[in-house]
């Protein structure tokens, strides 16, 4: 049988995934892409760390954290000796986080990455280290109990590690959530055409073999195996098929074109069958 150019093109529904799991990763993946991106990026651009003094309590905001310190808190002037960062940032400009010198004494820091510094010995916690544009004035805010806020003393720098790191997480997180389209099969007068999200393939009638398949997927060897959405070479026991499913467990058919086994999903693989057949695909066996 040949195929008939005056066949209505229909569109073939795929099997029903009913999961959340695809959107929930998806979603999850692109606030963690973006959430790293906004880590390196954010605190530079919205001015932190900054110290903001209130009625002798001084808040030491970065972009994660806080810290209060009561006027009356002991302070010194001081050198901070070489540190290792244990936790947190240094790049940029900016150090903060937890630190240790060799001698193991550990330092909390909402600094500039210099080593003078104002430090708070905070009782129960580790020292405190900042570095304010205007020392002396943030000391005398404190003890006023004026009302200020205080920056660090040079303008912070995005340095490009991090703008080369950050600008491909957001477009990859963009990536993640376009909304590509899904899973589908169509046939036309003289295709049937299976269609990805990264492209189409067109499976002619007149060279198309069909079966219906006697096992479910199992191994994916190259592509995408997540719910609701299987794509690329997987191992079944019919052999290496490429998929182009929704679900691993529906029954599924096999579309032989050329020198690939295609492993498609119908919602109605009987329905498939008898039109492929109308339409000039060899059934093979059923």
Not at 83 to 96: D, E, F, I, P, Y
Not at 139 to 148: F, I, K
Not at 181 to 192: F, G, I, K, N
Request: proline share 9%; net charge positive; aromatic share 6%.
């Amino acid at each position: 049988m040949t195929p008939s150019s005056s066949a209505p093109t229909v569109v073939v529904r795929p099997a029903s995934h009913r999961s959340v799991v695809p959107q929930l990763l998806r979603w999850g993946l692109a606030a963690l892409l973006l959430g790293v991106a906004v880590l390196l990026l954010l605190p530079q651009l919205l001015g932190y760390p900054r110290y903001e003094v209130k009625g002798g309590v001084l808040t030491i905001r970065s972009i994660t954290t806080e810290r209060r310190v009561r006027a009356g808190t002991s302070v010194q002037a001081v050198t901070l000796p070489p540190l290792r960062r244990t936790m947190g940032t240094s790049s940029g400009g900016t150090c903060v986080g937890r630190f240790m010198a060799a001698s193991g004494q550990r330092y909390e820091l909402y600094t500039d990455c210099s080593p003078q510094v104002l430090l708070f010995q905070v009782p129960g916690r580790r020292p405190v280290a900042i570095t304010p544009a205007d020392p002396g004035a943030l000391l005398t805010a404190l003890q006023n109990g004026s009302t200020d806020t205080f920056t660090l003393p040079r303008p912070r720098d995005i340095p490009l590690r991090s703008w080369l790191i950050a600008l491909p997480l957001i477009v990859l997180a963009g990536v993640v959530l376009w909304p590509w389209p899904p899973l589908s099969y169509r046939l036309t007068p003289e295709a049937l055409e299976v269609r990805r999200r990264l492209g189409v393939d067109r499976l002619p009638y007149r060279t198309l073999s069909v079966t219906p398949a006697r096992s479910l997927l199992r191994v994916r060897l190259m592509g995408t195996g997540l719910p609701g959405y299987y794509t690329g070479l997987h191992a079944t026991a019919d052999g290496q098929v490429m998929a182009v499913a929704t679900s691993a467990q529906a029954p599924a058919l096999l579309l032989t074109s050329g020198d690939t086994t295609y492993y498609l999903t119908p919602a109605d693989p009987a329905a498939l069958l008898d039109e492929l057949r109308r339409r000039g695909a060899t059934i093979l066996s059923e």
